[in-house]
């Protein structure tokens, strides 16, 4: 079973709007990830929070973390069509002998509409 | 982006065959991840490798095989191609190098196989 969930599978918005995306995971964990991937390439590391930190901000990005509800949010503030691609979340829940992997979701799609 | 490169870019082979697919960083990380990405199962993790000649299973290991006998290097094979091997693989690195954290990952371009 997949330890994150994003949420909604697509989501299509107009440009300059904010696009919201949401993560919920089963079990504890020390951080969680967003990542980016455009069409046709390999992801990249957007943004790392911890499980100590609640919300975090890089540029036009904004994640928050809910340990609680065991849930991330991501929040694209003023979209534009170079953010169209998919998001996945990551989380370390599972640990081979101590060893640093993560575990993926299947994605959001965005679309930033013109 | 970090310097991680995969070859080949594109194969088409034939089921049966042999497959060996490179991953190649100049980071000098100690991590290296071999995933699968197929629609509606996003990423899995095939194979990863702690260091060299260290090695483990991931959640979607059989039918593949992998070698790390370089810290630059990581190899995975399939050494008999199924059409259920069709898929986008990708290389992905880390570990403390840089300033970079353990946990966060950096990707190749991937190699899209398809096995006829």
């Known amino acids: 079973s997949q330890q994150g969930e994003e949420d909604p599978q697509a989501l299509s918005i107009q440009e300059g709007e904010n696009a919201t995306m949401n993560c919920s995971y089963k079990?504890?964990?020390?951080?969680l990830q967003w990542y980016r991937q455009n069409s046709g390439r390999g992801l990249v590391h957007l943004i790392l929070?911890?499980?100590?930190?609640r919300e975090k901000h890089s540029g036009r990005l904004r994640v928050t973390l809910d340990t609680s509800k065991k849930s991330s949010s991501l929040l694209i503030t003023a979209s534009r069509a170079a953010d169209t691609a998919s998001y996945f979340c990551?989380?370390?829940?599972?640990?081979?002998?101590?060893?640093?992997?993560?575990?993926f979701g299947k994605g959001t799609r965005l679309h930033i509409l013109p | 982006d970090a310097g991680i490169t995969q070859s080949p870019r594109h194969k088409v082979t034939e089921t049966g065959t042999p497959v060996t697919l490179r991953c190649h960083q100049t980071?000098?990380?100690?991590?290296m991840y071999w995933y699968r990405q197929d629609p509606g199962h996003g990423l899995r993790l095939i194979h990863y490798?702690?260091?060299?000649?260290?090695?483990d299973k991931g959640e979607v290991s059989d039918g593949y095989s992998v070698s790390r006998s370089k810290t630059e290097d990581f190899l995975l094979t399939l050494e008999s191609a199924t059409s259920s091997q069709t898929s986008v693989y990708f290389c992905?690195?880390?570990?403390?190098?840089?300033?970079?954290?353990?946990?966060?990952?950096?990707f190749g371009p991937g190699t899209r196989l398809t096995v006829l």
């Open positions: 992905a690195i880390s570990g403390l190098a840089g300033g970079f954290s353990y946990n966060e990952q950096f």
């Open positions: 929070i911890r499980s100590n930190e």
């Open positions: 990551a989380t370390d829940v599972l640990k081979f002998g101590g060893d640093d992997k993560i575990i």
């Open positions: 490798s702690y260091g060299v000649k260290d090695t």
């Open positions: 079990t504890s964990i020390n951080n």
């Open positions: 980071e000098n990380h100690r991590y």
